[in-house]
């Protein structure tokens, strides 16, 4: 049976419903932001907003609290599972590297000085983005060249187009598909815990008005108040500035990545379109649709021929150096065994010159006869050589060594018949 595309995939997502919704790898600290949201409201709406319902009675105002209270509580789960339940925006990794990228170059051998093909890929390409070059990275892992703004997520294992940061309170990373849900998330956030703070402060104000008491009684009066008051105004903090934060980045069009990375360098941001069109281009602009269709069947793909590697072109082309170094080799050797057998002939006759001349007609007619034999098995076999040395060069010149061999002979018979 196929598999889908949630099945086999190598990144490190959880998957969910048949593939319809993805998490990060990190999902079950979903589960603490959870906890963090419902539990403090619920105590909220039990032991703060129940008894303010007849505090206001034009129109039961009272009512209004706990069910503005349920609402947004609501709104904000709602951003955080959109925050977390979508795909951020992954790039499809590709299943081989993009072979119109290579490029052969030819680089110096250091022991024979030969030039030896080594496949070469560039890491980094320029794009021009509103009218400036930008440089993009190749990525290993994904095999692609990452688009601008693009970053691989080490946590998920995935290339995320305008990578912002992962995020370990949602689980997920934050990217160009969830940013928008991200930020109003977190602004909502900061929203409900100013209201919950409001309406604790103001419950403890008609507990004093009611009582005739001080604060400090009616603090002890509810004490869930005390502590839900205490608990947003620490979140507020880690909330509200986040919020803030991410305010100045949406206005600048910068990325938290971007932010921490590059600041030191004093980059021009090619991004910036300015304050009022970056914030037109994060909430008013159409989400981009996901380029993955994780629930779609795999389609096997044909095999490919592997791509030659350096080591493999090596091997080649040293075992053509070694066929050719045999070669050089045998007319080399074939070089010094002429040189040897002239030398062999010189000596002797050298040898002959140097004798006495009582005994000169005897022993130049043995030193012809031996001349000529040496001459004549020497000549003959270097003949034959010389031949297939000529024949494998594409010249054949072999009526030029027969005339050699013949001149040899008649030479050796005037000598024979004047012994």
């Known amino acids: 049976m196929a598999k889908r595309v949630y099945q086999v995939w190598k990144g490190s997502n959880y998957f969910f419903l048949g593939g319809r919704l993805i998490f990060g790898p990190d999902a079950k600290s979903l589960l603490i932001s959870l906890l963090l949201i419902i539990v403090p409201v619920t105590v909220f709406c039990v032991f703060v907003a129940r008894h303010l319902r007849h505090e206001f009675s034009s129109y039961n105002a009272g009512y209004a609290i706990l069910a503005i209270a349920i609402i947004f509580t609501i709104y904000v789960l709602a951003l955080l599972l959109l925050t977390s339940a979508r795909d951020p925006g992954i790039v499809p990794r590709n299943s081989h590297p993009p072979e119109e990228e290579f490029r052969q170059e030819f680089s110096a051998s250091v022991e024979g000085g030969r030039q030896t093909p080594t496949l070469q890929f560039p890491r980094t390409k320029e794009v021009i983005v509103n009218g400036m070059p930008v440089r993009v990275k190749y990525c290993d892992t994904c095999m692609l060249y990452r688009p601008p703004r693009c970053s691989h997520c080490s946590i998920c294992n995935n290339c995320v187009e305008r990578f912002d940061h992962h995020c ?34 103001l419950y403890i104000k008609v507990l004093m008005d009611d009582n005739q008491s001080t604060v400090w009684k009616a603090m002890k009066e509810s004490p869930a108040s005390v502590i839900l008051m205490a608990y947003c105004f620490i979140s507020l903090w880690f909330v509200g500035g986040l919020t803030g934060f991410h305010l100045y980045l949406i206005s600048t069009n910068q990325t938290t990545y971007e932010n921490f990375r590059y600041k030191a360098e004093n980059r021009i941001n090619v991004y910036d379109l300015g304050c009022l069109n970056n914030f037109m281009e994060v909430f008013c602009t159409k989400v981009k649709p996901s380029r993955n269709n994780f629930r779609a069947f795999v389609q096997e793909e044909e095999p490919r021929p592997p791509l030659p590697t350096t080591r493999e072109a090596d091997v080649e082309m040293g075992d053509q150096d070694q066929r050719m170094k045999v070669e050089d080799d045998l007319d080399f050797g074939g070089d010094l065994l002429k040189i040897s057998q002239r030398h062999n002939i010189e000596d002797i006759e050298a040898d002959i010159r140097s004798r006495g001349s009582d005994a000169h007609h005897h022993n130049s007619s043995e030193a012809d006869s031996v001349l000529g034999s040496d001459r004549r098995a020497p000549n003959v076999q270097s003949d034959v050589r010389n031949s297939s040395w000529r024949r494998r060069s594409g010249s054949w010149e072999i009526a030029s060594e027969k005339s050699n061999v013949t001149e040899n002979r008649s030479h050796v018979a005037p000598n024979e018949q004047y012994q």
């Open 168 to 201: 370990p309170w949602v689980g997920q990373c934050i990217g160009l598909r969830n940013y928008r849900f991200f930020f109003c998330f977190v602004s909502s956030a900061m929203l409900l815990c100013i209201y919950v703070f409001a309406i604790c402060a």
